[in-house]
T-cell receptor, first 113, second 111 residues
Framework: AQSVTQLGSHVSVSEGALVLLRCNYSSSVPPYLFWYVQYPNQGLQLLLKYTSAATLVKGINGFEAEFKKSETSFHLTKPSAHMSDAAEYFCAVILSGNTPLVFGKGTRLSVIA | KAGVTQTPRYLIKTRGQQVTLSCSPISGHRSVSWYQQTPGQGLQFLFEYFSETQRNKGNFPGRFSGRQFSNSRSEMNVSTLELGDSALYLC??????????FGPGTRLTVL
């Protein structure tokens, strides 16, 4: 069963527009949730994480995500896209205890000038 | 603190050979995890080591193995390489297996 689902393998936005990348998880208990970004030919960089403190999590580079238990979602947003935001974004979850990090399939973000 | 380092960054091998990849975690981190990233399968978990013991293992054949040393450095080995093993291999470290920090990866090409 897929633990993490990212809707949209490719999202394209105009520079200055809102960025919304969707992530839904399947878990009966609140998991640990993460967003990572990957630039070409690089590893993954942690953007932000949810660990059951505040439901609205602020990350680096102006990104934030809101944990919504009722919707089992953890969507990533940024008010105004910048050209440098073009990259692949991965949502990931630790379901419980010492279980491995499970990744979604990723969403490639393109930013159009 | 220095980040996660992986060596080598690029590697070209031929089918049937074996390969060893190395990962040095962030200082103080005791958990090291390995992932395989391919365009078709995405990011797949290989295994995790914590304090020199394998704590979790993904669904990969026995040709894939790993180990962790007392200084938390980790190696993974792939024997009898196949074309399908061509991938970006990512290492991540964490203090106890929670928030993971990734290295730049090793790009393995099997010819």
């Amino acid at each position: 069963a897929q633990s993490v689902t990212q809707l949209g393998s490719h999202v394209s936005v105009s520079e200055g527009a809102l960025v919304l990348l969707r992530c839904n998880y399947s878990s009966s208990v609140p998991p640990y949730l993460f967003w990572y970004v990957q630039y070409p030919n690089q590893g993954l960089q942690l953007l932000l994480k949810y660990t059951s403190a505040a439901t609205l999590v602020k990350g680096i580079n102006g990104f934030e995500a809101e944990f919504k238990k009722s919707e089992t979602s953890f969507h990533l947003t940024k008010p105004s896209a910048h050209m440098s935001d073009a990259a692949e974004y991965f949502c990931a979850v630790i379901l419980s205890g010492n279980t491995p990090l499970v990744f979604g399939k990723g969403t490639r973000l393109s930013v159009i000038a | 603190k220095a980040g996660v380092t992986q060596t080598p960054r690029y590697l070209i091998k031929t089918r049937g050979q074996q390969v060893t990849l190395s990962c040095s975690p962030i200082s103080g981190h005791r958990s090291v995890s390995w992932y395989q990233q391919t365009p078709g399968q995405g990011l797949q978990f290989l295994f995790e080591y914590f304090s020199e013991t394998q704590r979790n293992k993904g669904n990969f054949p026995g040709r894939f193995s790993g180990r962790q040393f007392s200084n938390s450095r980790s190696e993974m080995n792939v024997s009898t390489l196949e074309l399908g093993d061509s991938a970006l291999y990512l290492c991540a470290s964490s203090f106890q297996g929670d928030t993971q920090y990734f290295g730049p990866g090793t790009r393995l090409t099997v010819l």
